[in-house]
């Protein structure tokens, strides 16, 4: 059976974590949204009865499992698809590393709407101007640097986050990468001058043959404004 992936159309946000992971898995999935319409996904949320409901979008159904949050989806999929070490120590890394990955795209999402989701960018623009600067500053830095050291340490070599071989963390620091790109290109610029085994490790993924097929596709969504990663360009100092 084909895996059941919702989220929302139009953007590639949390989902695109779970959509690499797939993608390079050659893995046989709907996006259920893109393809029968956001009711399909709403009607996941909305159902009654006894259960266990997601919070919100992703979530990915599995036969009758239904697992949300991109952390966990990855951490199920993860040893389905051949992308996460044998043992339950790299196991733990691996959802580790993912869950501070996670982080950074929350703290992302807060540099272009640090009051509230449900205002717009222009009702809280000068919050904004303030939170960016700290976090093209100090946090994308830091994140960064923390998976430069992370490769650096990997007793296995630098060339990937866990073991020898890609994992779905490779891959979602590959988006992280692609997303701060596109926000925040000159701080970005910055910070990836000074971790270049992120920057192999970014061109390595990137350079995979079905991940290369996604990106040159129409399946990939491109980033815009109405997504995690944001370019607005006074947010970049």
Known sequence: MAYELYYWPGIQGRGEFVRLALEEAGATYVDVARDEGIDALMAGLAAEGPGRPPFAPPYLRDGDLVVGQTAAILLYLGPRLGLVGESEADRIWTHQIQLTLADAVAEAHDSHHPIASGLYYEEQWQEAARRAADFRENRIPKYLGWLERVLGSNPAGPRHLVGDRLSYADLSLFQLVEG?????????????????????LHRLVAARPRIGAYLGSDRRTPFNEDGIFRRYPELDG
């Open 180 to 200: 701060l790109a596109y926000a925040f290109p000159q701080a970005t610029e910055r910070a990836l001058a000074v971790t270049p085994k992120v920057v192999a």
